[in-house]
């Protein structure tokens, strides 16, 4: 029985959240057009404007390429 408790005791240790940094690096990585153009995280459509909008030269990162589709979108609503 006691090397049931020893199990147990590693499945339920709680480890630090090492993802934390990780995901946060994540959302500070910037791509190129390129790079969006191949994404399969966008659609289609998401793709197409940001073909239109983004410049060739320069990188973004996920959060400024969605704002540059909010304001794309925005923009022919009004």
Do not use: C
Not at 27 to 55: C, G, H, M, P, T
Request: charged fraction near 30%.
């Amino acid at each position: 029985m006691k090397g049931i408790g020893g199990a147990l005791a590693m499945f339920t240790k709680k480890e630090p959240d090492s993802k934390k940094p990780e995901a946060q690096q994540k959302n500070n990585q910037k791509y190129s057009k390129a790079q969006f153009a191949e994404s399969r995280q966008l659609s289609r459509i998401e793709k197409d404007i940001l073909a239109a909008v983004l410049l060739e030269q320069k990188t973004y990162t996920l959060q400024e390429a969605q704002e540059h589709i909010q304001q794309f979108m925005n923009g022919e609503a009004q």
